[in-house]
């Protein structure tokens, strides 16, 4: 299955407070199909994704899922140990593995190449899940919502996905300003929505 | 001199800033000895990138937050202050440690505004944090070695 096929049964499965964070051009137009308030979009800025997100995890009680491709991953792997060790329950990093750069399709990433990626991130301290078998048929991929719904972090969500991406999608229109007015509104009017009002810091 | 004791309550209690992270900076150590976490909150990170990553995303949460890093160390972030802070509007108070007035040429070279703490540290910090707030930027207050004690 496409990257924006997993996307759209993933971002429907989403709480209405649940916040989501794309990191990358593509990602980002692909999300965009199915925008929400809670959804924060890096398109440029590569390096701070998953960072921001635990910040933002540590700031609200609210779930906070950053969504980012294999090259992004391991360009920003110095964060994974990072968002392990604070054993936030509500921070969820959902990994696509296409093997290749999502800017450019022919060139391959080392990340097939790791020996035992999720073994990795096992043993950094998080939970560690692989999805790509529920998204291979249409029976297993409504059991996705719920699956979604149990879940606890600090959790890595490994899902396989077929190389490709459409060009045709439209860019991110929000200016970099809007979004983060868009995000600290939406955090602040859904904090305390949760059984406990307790934030970690 | 300033004693780091009355330094962090004034920025913790008066000003409000609680959340910290950082990458160890020997001029900055006093600071970290003096660190309660009944009143504030600092992360030990694995880069300077990650820092202001993770202060970011808490000052989005609705928290105000601030890095401590070492004056040499301000290249790292300069990437993510042009791409993200600048443009997203994301701001963090930057605590910096310096050795001498030669190491303070480097912030001549970039556009963020900083202070150099004085004995009037209060107002410095009053007038940084006011900027911050109202223009949406990171802004630094620069602590030189021997000034805490």
Request: aromatic residues 14%.
């Amino acid at each position: 299955m496409k990257r924006l096929a997993c996307l759209k049964y993933i971002l429907k499965s989403l709480r209405s407070s649940d916040v989501a964070l794309f990191v990358g051009d593509y990602m980002c137009k692909e999300a965009y199909q199915y925008d929400k308030d809670g959804f924060f979009y890096l398109p440029s800025v590569s390096g701070i994704g998953p960072s921001l997100a635990l910040g933002m995890a540590l700031g609200t009680d609210q779930r906070v899922f950053v969504f980012v491709n294999d090259d992004e991953f391991l360009k920003n792997f110095s964060t994974a140990p990072q968002i392990a060790v604070s054993k936030c329950k509500n921070i969820f990093y959902v990994i696509f593995v296409s093997g290749f750069y999502q800017s450019h399709n022919s060139v391959v990433t080392i990340f097939n190449e790791l020996k035992a990626p999720k073994g990795i991130m096992f043993n950094l301290g998080f939970s560690v899940f692989d999805y790509t078998h529920y998204f291979k048929n249409k029976f297993f991929v409504s059991e996705v919502p719920l699956l979604i719904e149990g879940i606890k972090g600090p959790l890595a969500l490994f899902i396989s996905v077929d190389l490709g991406v459409n060009k045709k999608l439209v860019d991110v229109p929000y200016s970099g300003v809007e979004m983060c007015d868009r995000i600290a509104g939406f955090i602040k009017d859904n904090k305390g929505t949760h059984s406990s009002e307790k934030t970690n810091i | 001199m300033i004693k780091a004791v009355e330094f962090l309550d004034y920025i913790c209690n008066e000003l409000d800033y609680r959340f910290f992270a950082g990458i160890p900076c020997g001029e900055l150590s006093l600071l970290y000895n003096k660190m309660k976490s009944d009143f504030m909150h600092y992360v030990p990170v694995t880069s300077e990138e990650v820092a202001l990553g993770l202060s970011s995303g808490v000052w989005l949460s609705g928290f105000k937050s601030g890095i401590l890093l070492h004056i040499n160390n301000i290249y790292d972030i300069l990437k993510c202050y042009d791409l993200f802070n600048e443009v997203y509007k994301v701001p963090v108070l930057l605590i910096v440690g310096y050795g001498s007035d030669d190491d303070l040429k480097i912030m001549t070279k970039f556009k963020i505004a900083y202070k150099v703490m004085g004995d009037d540290y209060q107002k410095q910090l009053k007038v940084i944090t006011n900027k911050l707030e109202k223009q949406h930027v990171p802004c630094a207050i620069m602590v030189k070695e021997g000034e805490l004690k």
